[in-house]
């Protein structure tokens, strides 16, 4: 994997190294971009991992040092991590492996010229790729899994406040600024923002335009998220553009009630008045009107939060994701 040194993707991407490394039969190697904090990482996991500069598709020098690596090792199975680690194979293959690139977005195509097999993390992605014109037999649907509560809290500074949660990089995409401008209409609560990114200033500045920035708390990204969980009263996703929505799979494994944007992978995750509420991106009004929603009717809460939790241990918990990662294995090397 070449990715970023935070999001979901790359959160996955650690949390599907460790448990295919737990599997008994299973020899695994991972290659990454440099990064010290997760190799590191990795390396406490008791996981053979090697890093690569992996600067750009033209990065010969990484290129070569990938297929001495492959060479060495003889998998009999290669996963690219999307993109930027899909165009890092030569064309020729390095033994006789099998090469899956996995897909957590919309991607071009051309990336994956040099894999045989397609993972697609929604089903959404999964028909993209068919439409495209990738054979259909050759492309599957697995989902992402995501870590359970281990119980972990930071100290709640206002009792008296209610807590709204949202989590992610301060992206444009993620529209945390329809939250922050909700708290306005929703005095019973404070926002806390999990995340980083270049938007944290913008944030301070519309709380402090609305008059609601002593009600907006923001902390950096962590491992430990169990402990912004635990203290939530209510879980939201705001995003305008969100192919999949692991930050929902992780609510619902910690039991707290979602609300999210009508977008996308979210909008697919989430039945309306089921395991979650839903509103149109971008609409302050009706946000407010989903979280008074949950605050009128606690039947309907409780009945969110069962389901969301019986979803999620359904079809996103670690068990049920990895056997299907093993199926596929043992499947495509017959």
Not at 18 to 42: G, S, T
Not at 119 to 138: M, R, S
Request: hydrophobic fraction near 40%; charged fraction near 30%; charge should be positive.
């Amino acid at each position: 994997m070449s990715g970023s040194n935070t999001g979901g993707a790359e959160k996955f991407f650690e949390r599907m190294s460790v448990a295919l490394n737990n599997q008994e039969n299973l020899n695994l190697k991972v290659i990454i971009k440099k990064n010290p904090k997760r190799f590191n990482f990795l390396k406490k996991e008791k996981i053979d991992v090697d890093q690569l500069n992996f600067f750009n598709k033209f990065d010969i020098f990484s290129k070569y040092k990938l297929a001495k690596i492959c060479i060495k090792f003889n998998p009999n199975i290669i996963i690219t991590w999307m993109n930027r680690a899909s165009l890092m194979l030569f064309e020729k293959k390095y033994s006789n492996e099998i090469r899956i690139g996995r897909l957590g977005g919309f991607y071009k195509l051309k990336n994956y010229i040099h894999c045989d097999y397609l993972i697609a993390n929604t089903e959404e992605i999964k028909n993209y790729i068919i439409l495209k014109g990738w054979d259909k037999k050759k492309v599957f649907y697995l989902p992402n899994f995501v870590e359970e509560n281990n119980y972990s809290k930071i100290k709640k500074k206002n009792e008296n406040k209610k807590v709204i949660l949202a989590v992610g990089r301060f992206h444009e995409n993620k529209d945390f600024e329809t939250i922050i401008k909700s708290l306005l209409f929703l005095n019973g609560y404070e926002l806390w923002l999990v995340g980083d990114g270049h938007l944290k200033k913008r944030y301070f500045y519309i709380a402090k335009k609305y008059n609601v920035k002593n009600r907006l708390k923001i902390f950096n990204w962590t491992d430990e998220m169990s402990r912004y969980y635990n203290l939530a009263d209510i879980f939201v996703c705001s995003s305008i553009i969100e192919p999949l929505g692991n930050v929902i799979l992780e609510a619902w494994s910690h039991r707290i009630p979602v609300i999210t944007s009508n977008v996308m992978g979210p909008a697919k995750l989430v039945s309306h008045k089921v395991n979650g509420l839903k509103f149109q991106k971008k609409n302050v009004k009706n946000l407010v009107e989903c979280v008074e929603t949950l605050e009128m009717n606690n039947v309907l809460k409780k009945k969110i939060i069962k389901n969301g939790f019986n979803n999620f241990k359904k079809n996103y918990s670690e068990k049920v994701v990895i056997k299907k990662y093993l199926d596929f294995f043992h499947k495509v090397m017959k």
